[in-house]
């Protein structure tokens, strides 16, 4: 018997007479899943930045005062109801203390030419809750990344109880897209334990200093295809479609991937997460967003 990693590539691959490694799945983005066969993921290259983030506020403000755009769909309006896409505490700010004004002045509608001065708005957006980075996503016609499924990235949760570090890239788009194969432990991979981590930011690091989002020097996925994700691993931590409960504001939600925070490889492996209250919020927390229908053009 081969290795796990070993036995998907042969059952996906398109010649049964012998091993096919790179890739197994006959499309380039798309990799094996032991329950789907071969599935490709869609969703962002980067952490959404704090631009994109203030962009969504400003051009959503008046669809969402008229209701033609709705944050939330009817699944998620009990535990987002409430909720103020543009109110972000700035004191949260932590380690990016010197965007604080500028957040503040973002926050609320300001001329912020000077207020985000000394601001570089191409860092990763932070201090929002669930709910404010779902609705981010649903204004550009995605979501947050939930479950895996034959078509990739499926429009719906990722299942919150029983799911094992071992199981979740069978139940995650996140970490399958992260560790691009359902192979988690493969050294082709990003972490954790693997040699090559790259730039990744995180506390055991030469330099745990954030990155803006479209800045990821060598922190990226070195599989073929998938070298254009970024930061999976460390920088910000990312929230996912994956919360104990649907309707409870305050239920337990995963976050992916680690952050500046973690201090060690396993922290920030494919595999791990944490979790934080639905309607928290955290200077080390942002995210990115899964398109289940394809990235808009």
Known sequence: MGRYDELLAYACSEDQSRKIFSPPCKDELSQ????????????DEYEISLQQYFEFVAQSAKERESEKFSPFSEEEAEACEGTNVAEIDPRC???????????????EGGDCADACAEC???????CVSWCQAMAYC???????CGALGPEGAMDAPAPFNDLSSKGSPEESAWSHACAATSALWSPRTYSPGYEDLGDCVFAGATNPKVRPSDDPGDCHSVIFGYSNLNHLSGNVAEWEDSCADDSDPSAECRVRGGSFRSWN????GCSHFATMRRDAVGPHVGFRCCYPEGRPK
């Open 93 to 107: 700010v932590g380690e990016m203390s010197y965007c604080r004004a500028c957040v503040k002045c973002e926050a």
């Open 120 to 126: 570089n708005r191409q860092l990763p957006m932070v």
């Open 265 to 268: 490889e396993e922290e920030i």
């Open 32 to 43: 094996c899943s032991a329950n789907y066969g071969c599935v490709s993921v869609e969703l």
């Open 138 to 144: 649903r204004f550009w016609g995605g979501r947050l």
